[in-house]
């Protein structure tokens, strides 16, 4: 179950994108913030940029409003300061992600879609399924983020799921199923006994082909033993970075002591991911965990192993 913020009825979560009308965003990078929370809701994980030339872009900052159902979210003008449209969909925990060279994406997570926007018209263009397999409604995915290394390859980072779908966006399609899939059961790790690694975030290196995926490795079960408090309770398990080779969807060694090759974090629950070119370096967000109580109906420790954490590619 996710823990819901609640302002006013319903969730805000902003996200700035800049796009001049009939194009779309050429850039973008990813902030957020998170109170905790494993499966962390909408109103969590928002902070997004896209930069485009200055004198022909006009700034928008995409807020959804959720908790509810439906979900809307507005495209605010900051230049004449007025909304320029508005997107309904029927799921109640809808959020936008623009850190991509295509167009902003609206995931909703519950729904099991995600939906491509035009940025001209402020519509959806284009909707694929990245439902469970076998799911008729009952279980959702969660789509954390999207990530695009051509529109023939569009990855959905999914935090219910340890698959990774690959579309093909070049025809827009209704409910369109994925053309690939790469599999992260393997990397499950001994301690986490709810089975998912819960990726939270992913960056494509377009020199290198290659696709950083972040892995929070969180076990939700020990979690729900204290639900009373929504803390995110510290185990014996590894945040990790792993690397999928985009050539042939597959997990390359990083050389690393996490399952897979991947590169062990330090911090614990990961939340957002920046690639840092010119530093050749990602730059991890990372909201920590608390210590289980010490008791029976005790209060979790103080948190801990929260931070921004580096991780140098070269």
């Given at each position: 179950?996710?823990?819901?913020?609640?302002?006013?009825?319903?969730?805000?979560?902003?996200?700035?994108?800049?796009?001049?009308?009939?194009?779309?965003?050429?850039?973008?990078?990813?902030?957020?913030?998170?109170?905790?929370?494993?499966s962390k809701d909408a109103?969590?994980?928002?902070?997004?940029?896209?930069?485009?030339?200055?004198?022909?872009?006009?700034?928008?900052?995409?807020?959804?409003?959720?908790g509810t159902s439906p979900t809307t979210m507005f495209a605010w003008n900051l230049v004449t300061r007025t909304i320029d449209g508005q997107i309904t969909t029927a799921d109640m925990q809808a959020i936008s992600d623009t850190s991509n060279g295509i167009a902003p994406f609206l995931l909703n997570q519950t729904l099991d879609t995600i939906d491509r926007i035009d940025p001209s018209t402020w519509t959806v263009d284009g909707s694929w399924s990245v439902a469970l397999p076998g799911d008729s409604g009952g279980v959702?995915?969660?789509p954390y983020a999207v990530v695009v290394a051509s529109e023939?390859?569009?990855?959905?980072?999914?935090?219910?799921?340890?698959?990774?779908?690959?579309?093909?966006?070049?025809?827009?399609?209704?409910?369109?199923?994925?053309?690939?899939?790469?599999d992260l059961s393997?990397?499950?790790?001994?301690?986490?006994?709810?089975?998912?690694?819960?990726?939270?975030?992913?960056?494509y290196v377009a020199s290198s082909k290659l696709l950083y995926v972040v892995l929070g490795n969180i076990d939700t079960f020990a979690t729900d033993d204290y639900m009373g408090s929504f803390d995110t309770i510290c185990v014996q398990t590894t945040a990790s970075v792993i690397a999928i080779d985009t050539t042939a969807n597959n997990v390359v060694s990083l050389h690393g002591t996490a399952p897979g090759g991947g590169i062990a974090l330090h911090g614990y629950d990961p939340t957002s991911m920046v690639y840092d070119a010119a530093g050749?370096?990602?730059?991890?967000?990372?909201?920590?965990?608390?210590?289980?109580?010490?008791?029976d109906g005790g209060a979790p420790g103080t948190l801990q192993q929260r931070g921004v954490e580096e991780v140098d590619l070269a």
């Open positions: 179950m996710k823990k819901m913020s609640m302002l006013g009825r319903g969730l805000f979560a902003g996200v700035l994108v800049a796009c001049s009308s009939g194009s779309t965003p050429n850039n973008g990078g990813k902030d957020a913030s998170s109170d905790g929370n494993p109103g969590n994980k928002k902070a997004d940029a896209a930069t485009k030339d200055a004198g022909a872009a006009t700034r928008h900052l995409l807020v959804t409003y959720d959702y995915s969660d023939s390859q569009v990855y959905a980072i999914r935090y219910d799921s340890n698959r990774i779908d690959v579309f093909d966006i070049t025809t827009p399609a209704n409910g369109g199923k994925p053309k690939a899939a790469i393997p990397l499950v790790q001994s301690h986490d006994t709810d089975g998912n690694v819960e990726a939270t975030a992913a960056t050749s370096r990602l730059l991890i967000f990372e909201a920590g965990c608390n210590p289980a109580p010490t008791s």
